[in-house]
Each structure stands twice: as structure tokens, then as C-alpha cells.
């Protein structure tokens, strides 16, 4: 069974501060996506990751995929209060798309 | 463009009672679909997908079902809803694996 873990669960950051949300997973996949949910909301889409080595940035967000540590990094870089969210990512198993714990981040001033 | 509709946005119904919650998606075709149900502060369940019109995987045992009577339509029933029923329910589709998928705005079902 596909088991996907991200770390932290939970992530409280000063605005303009780094850091970087981890994404493990259990099968050999070499698609991982990432998206974001505000409260209340449905998910959107942030990134597609579709091969080892693949990365992405957008804005402050940037992720990459490391298919043999099984392996998915985002990083944040000097955070600001709209990236406020809780962020999952997602691995796809044979047309299964399995989904981490979610990381909720608060950004604060 | 595509386009993923999932109605109702809320939903509030005794407990016993039946359920039917309707996903169409436009513009696309032979896509793979999903229902996710998410519990307060709690991460996404995976409770059935579909790669073609009458194909429903489920994964978790439950008393939901699910039905894909045509290609671009997924439903999710119940004939009687428990409590622990409660949550927000997603739909999404997906074009198997090499893009991402996209979900509807979802479904806060309170079971009372």
C-alpha cells in the first residue's frame, strides 16, 4: 500500500524567512504533484513534478523530485503572509492519486 | 477549456437519510475520476476512482458506493448516512497520470 508522509504537519514562520516542507512516499512513482488548499476551499494546483530531478518554481515556492530517495522537496523562500495555506502533495499510483498528510502553514508578521 | 461541476456546495441531512452527490466534467473526454472526502483539519481520503464509464474502484469499505453512468459524470450515493459520514467531499478528474488533477469545489456534507 502507497503510504505518503510530509513533514511538518504543522509549520509556523516569520514573513521573509525560509524553510522547507518534505514529502516522503513509499513506491518507486515519478509523478508527484503539490497543491495548496486555503480554508474551506478545494485544492489547486501548484506543481507538476514528472521525472526525476524535476523542478519547479513559481513566485517563492519552488519544488523538486528525487525518484530514488522517493523524495519531494517545496521550499519556501522569504515567506509572506498570502502563502498562508495548507499545502499537499500527491503521488500517482497506477491511476490511484494518493495524497500526504498536508503541511498547514502560517505565516506571520 | 475544462471545466469540473460538483454540486451541491452544502448539504445538511439527517442521519438514515439517502445521498446523491453529482461531478460532471466539459471539455475533456475519457477522463480518470475521483472522490475524496476530507475531515475537518484532516488530510484527503481516497474513497473511489473510475478510469472508464461503468469502472468504479473503491478503496476504503464503507456504506458509500459509486456510479459512472456516463463518461464524464460520477456520482456518489449512500442509502442511509451514518454520522461519521460528515465532511467535505471532492470530486476531481485527471487525464491518467501525466497531468495533474483538477477538482470541483466540493461538497460540506454535516450528517445530523
Known amino acids: 500500500e502507497l503510504k505518503v508522509e510530509q513533514n511538518p504537519l504543522f509549520l509556523s514562520m516569520q514573513e521573509g524567512k525560509n524553510y522547507t516542507i518534505y514529502c516522503n512516499y513509499s513506491t518507486t512513482s515519478d509523478r508527484l504533484y503539490w497543491y495548496r488548499q486555503d480554508p474551506g476551499k478545494s485544492l489547486e494546483s501548484l506543481f507538476v513534478l514528472l521525472s526525476n530531478g524535476a523542478v519547479k518554481q513559481e513566485g517563492r515556492l519552488m519544488a523538486s523530485l528525487d525518484t530514488k530517495a522517493r523524495l519531494s522537496t517545496l521550499h519556501i523562500t522569504a515567506a509572506v503572509h498570502d502563502l498562508s495555506a495548507t499545502y499537499f502533495c500527491?503521488?500517482?499510483?497506477?491511476?490511484?492519486?494518493?495524497f500526504g498528510t498536508g503541511t498547514r502553514l502560517q505565516v506571520f508578521p | 477549456s475544462q471545466t469540473i461541476h460538483q454540486w451541491p456546495a452544502t448539504l445538511v441531512q439527517p442521519v438514515g437519510s439517502p445521498l446523491s452527490l453529482e461531478c460532471t466534467v466539459e471539455g475533456t473526454s475519457n477522463p480518470n475520476l475521483y472522490w475524496y472526502r476530507q475531515a475537518a483539519g484532516r488530510g484527503l481520503q481516497l474513497l473511489f476512482y473510475?478510469?472508464?464509464?461503468?469502472?468504479i474502484s473503491s478503496e476504503v469499505p464503507q456504506n458509500l458506493s459509486a456510479s459512472r453512468p456516463q463518461d464524464r459524470q460520477f456520482i456518489l450515493s449512500s442509502k442511509k448516512l451514518l454520522l461519521s459520514d460528515s465532511g467535505f467531499y471532492l470530486c476531481a478528474w485527471s487525464l491518467g497520470g501525466f497531468t495533474e488533477a483538477f477538482f470541483g469545489q466540493g461538497t460540506r456534507l454535516t450528517v445530523v
Open positions: 500527491a503521488v500517482d499510483d497506477t491511476d490511484k492519486l494518493i
Open positions: 473510475s478510469v472508464g464509464i461503468g469502472q
